[in-house]
Nanobody, 126 residues
């Protein structure tokens, strides 16, 4: 199995940038597809971005395309989410998740993921 720990959240102003990190420990992270999800108060958890096991395939929620970039470094057992041009509607708790699979697909359904981090809060003020 794998343990996931997010970091990098914070309080920023609209238009600012943040970089979230997800550190994996346990089984080699290269065995996992992965994704970033977020959940705002009173709303359902939603996919933000997903990446396959070697980083060759990525996918994004429409509202973050062109602003957010997902990446991973399997040698460092880490995944990242670079968030630029942040908007107040990006405010949420952000979670990284991993699915034990090596494929050339990405997964938007949170029910398909096996492991989750504890989350990091991102707050964007207007």
């Amino acid at each position: 199995q794998v343990q996931l720990v997010e970091s990098g959240g914070g309080l920023v102003q609209a238009g600012d940038s943040l970089r979230l990190s997800c550190a994996a420990s346990g089984r080699a992270f290269s065995n996992y597809g992965a994704g970033w999800f977020r959940q705002a108060p009173g709303k359902e958890r939603e996919i933000v971005a997903a990446i396959n096991w070697n980083g060759a395939i990525t996918d994004y929620k429409a509202s973050v395309k062109g602003r957010f970039t997902i990446s991973r470094d399997n040698a460092k057992n880490s995944m990242y989410l670079q968030m630029n041009s942040l908007k107040p509607e990006d405010t949420a708790a952000y979670y990284c998740a991993a699915k034990l699979i090596r494929s050339y697909s990405t997964y938007a359904n949170d029910l398909l993921y096996d492991y989750w981090g504890q989350g990091t809060q991102v707050t964007v003020s207007s």
